[in-house]
């Protein structure tokens, strides 16, 4: 799945406008819902290649420099992926 998206814009709306879903809940960043393991992201919010990052989709905006990012939905038995 290919999803054209900006630096700055959110990762959860970039991701439900291509047909990715994600599951989420309090929007908010609080609940954890919407974690997902992204590579080529850093805790700064800049594109790294090779780093991997559990993010909260629902609150991050798409890093500054991305060119593709590799998203994994995490195995959580509480939301029902296994």
């Given at each position: 799945m290919i999803a054209l998206a900006e630096p700055g814009d959110?990762?959860?709306e970039v991701a439900?406008?291509?047909g990715v879903?994600?599951?989420s809940s309090c929007l908010t960043g609080h609940c954890?819902?919407?974690e997902v393991e992204v590579e080529?992201?850093?805790v700064e919010g800049c594109a790294n290649?090779?780093?991997k990052e559990v993010?909260?989709?629902c609150v991050s905006p798409i890093p500054c420099g991305t060119r593709s990012l590799v998203v994994d939905e995490?195995?959580?038995g509480v939301w029902g992926s296994e």
């Amino acid at each position: 799945m290919i999803a054209l998206a900006e630096p700055g814009d959110n990762l959860l709306e970039v991701a439900m406008s291509a047909g990715v879903d994600i599951p989420s809940s309090c929007l908010t960043g609080h609940c954890g819902s919407c974690e997902v393991e992204v590579e080529g992201w850093t805790v700064e919010g800049c594109a790294n290649g090779s780093a991997k990052e559990v993010v909260r989709a629902c609150v991050s905006p798409i890093p500054c420099g991305t060119r593709s990012l590799v998203v994994d939905e995490l195995n959580d038995g509480v939301w029902g992926s296994e």
